[in-house]
């Protein structure tokens, strides 16, 4: 648990906003396995969950139990002590291009009972986060979005995309050189020694990444109910390149349909080079009696389809958005990550919620770094902070935007735009939170 005196107050406004709906606006202390478990409950209920059992609440306490939780309380419901309303947050580090991090205010779990909804209880709980968040001097806000149409009111726009990869596994041979190194099987709990230093290496490489907490590996290798059907399915591998050096992993299971048929579910592959990269695909197509491998939230710029013998063996669902990013303070976003080349642009960025709106000149020299400072001068680009958002880790193209009609500037300056923001790789967050 974080200590209590280290976690901001419920924000002052919107404690007063929702008190004058008769509501009480609070932090949850997580060291009350009884406050907990009903702000869970209320949490879990918010997303069509099943009501957690005491095992699971008390297993997402210790996994979760350090964010900043919040819950909205009304007083005249038939059961106050469950919040008609959740949310949590937490300082995450969110990889920008140039294999750097920025701090960024997490949001998760916002929920609003049926009971309370349309009556502009998320939008207090969502602006309340943004002033904390600036507050704390906290750059940026992220979150992942359960609809595309709820966020973007509030400045988030979407930053980083992820699609779903399906390979028809039987249609394909490996068509990529053969990898240096070997893959090792690991127990789920030995991998759990591992994961953290091979993950926070290799979360470094791809822009729109987000650090991961300690009790998301615990979960994922199902070492939090070690005896379910679920935990007992998951497989681990490990892949050491040729001086035996941990370089990547993938976590999965597999779901038999019948004997000789069945599909890969790929939880998390991640790699810190291209090597493990594609030993960790070849052992994952190498399963034999399997139909199907299926990995979610994949980059939409996997360069598998160029590994394997058959391309159209591989199909991808449809393009979707998946990290939302809200720029709080322009210069530090813009300031954190490198750039492709050297450039003078001035933006004009107009925030409704004021915090990023003014006109500022983005310098970057040839080794790709960044100098910001506010101006009076005309501006080449003219921008809101959803459009902001939408270019700033390069997911999406400035002329994109133009052609949009969402962004507006002169030609060269849009065109520069595009060289200058364009990333390494494609922007991609690999999973929920
Ligand atoms: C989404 C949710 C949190 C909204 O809560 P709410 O208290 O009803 O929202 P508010 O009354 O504060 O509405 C704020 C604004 O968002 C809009 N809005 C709310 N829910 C929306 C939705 N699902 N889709 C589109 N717009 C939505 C409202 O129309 C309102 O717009 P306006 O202020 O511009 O007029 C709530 O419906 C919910 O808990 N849904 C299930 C869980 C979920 O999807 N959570 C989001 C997790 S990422």
């Not at 004009?348 to 910001?372: C, K, M, W």
């Amino acid at each position: 648990m974080t200590e209590p005196h280290l976690v901001p107050p419920a924000d002052a406004d919107s404690v007063a906003a929702l008190a004058a709906r008769g509501l009480r606006y609070a932090l949850v202390d997580t060291s009350d396995a009884v406050a907990f478990a009903h702000w869970l409950g209320a949490d879990e209920r918010g997303f069509h969950a099943p009501a957690p059992t005491p095992e699971r609440t008390e297993s997402a306490r210790e996994r979760v139990g350090y964010r900043r939780t919040t819950g909205v309380y009304d007083g005249a419901a038939a059961e106050p002590e469950s919040p008609v309303a959740t949310t949590s947050s937490w300082v995450a580090q969110l990889t920008v291009p140039g294999g750097r991090t920025m701090d960024a205010w997490a949001v998760s779990s916002v929920t609003v009972a049926p009971t309370h909804r349309r009556r502009g209880i998320a939008r207090a709980l969502l602006e309340g986060e943004l002033r904390t968040a600036v507050a704390a001097g906290v750059p940026a806000a992220i979150l992942t979005a359960s609809e595309a149409t709820i966020y973007g009111r509030f400045g988030f726009a979407p930053a980083a995309p992820a699609t779903t990869v399906s390979v028809a596994r039987r249609r394909v041979g490996w068509a990529g050189p053969p990898p240096a190194g070997t893959v090792h099987f690991r127990s789920p709990a030995a991998l759990r020694d591992e994961v953290e230093e091979i993950a926070g290496r290799a979360l470094l490489r791809t822009p729109g990444e987000v650090d991961r907490w300690p009790g998301f590996w615990d979960r994922m290798l199902g070492l939090t109910d070690p005896t379910s059907e679920r935990s007992r399915g998951i497989r681990a591998a490990r892949y050491d390149d040729a001086d035996g050096h941990p370089r990547g992993f993938v976590a999965y299971s597999v779901q038999r349909t019948e004997p000789d048929h069945g599909t890969v579910v790929v939880d998390q592959l991640l790699a810190e080079t291209d090597e493990a990269y594609r030993a960790l695909w070849r052992f994952v197509l190498e399963h034999d009696f399997v139909d199907e491998v299926r990995a979610t939230l994949r980059s939409v710029d996997e360069p598998l389809r160029w590994m394997v013998s058959d391309p159209r063996a591989i199909t991808t669902s449809e393009y979707g958005d998946h990290l939302w990013l809200r720029i709080l303070d322009a210069a530090a976003v813009l300031e954190a990550r490198t750039y492709s080349a050297p450039s003078r642009l001035v933006l004009r960025i107009d925030d409704p919620l004021g915090y990023a709106s003014g006109t500022v000149v983005l310098e970057t020299d040839a080794a790709g770094r960044a100098f910001v400072h506010e101006s009076d001068e005309p501006a080449g680009i003219r921008l809101g902070i959803e459009e902001l958002g939408a270019i700033a880790l390069g997911a999406t193209r400035p002329s994109v935007l133009a052609a949009a009609g969402r962004l507006a500037g002169d030609a060269h300056a849009i065109r520069t735009a595009d060289r200058v923001f364009a990333a390494d790789r494609m922007p991609h967050l690999g999973f929920w939170f």
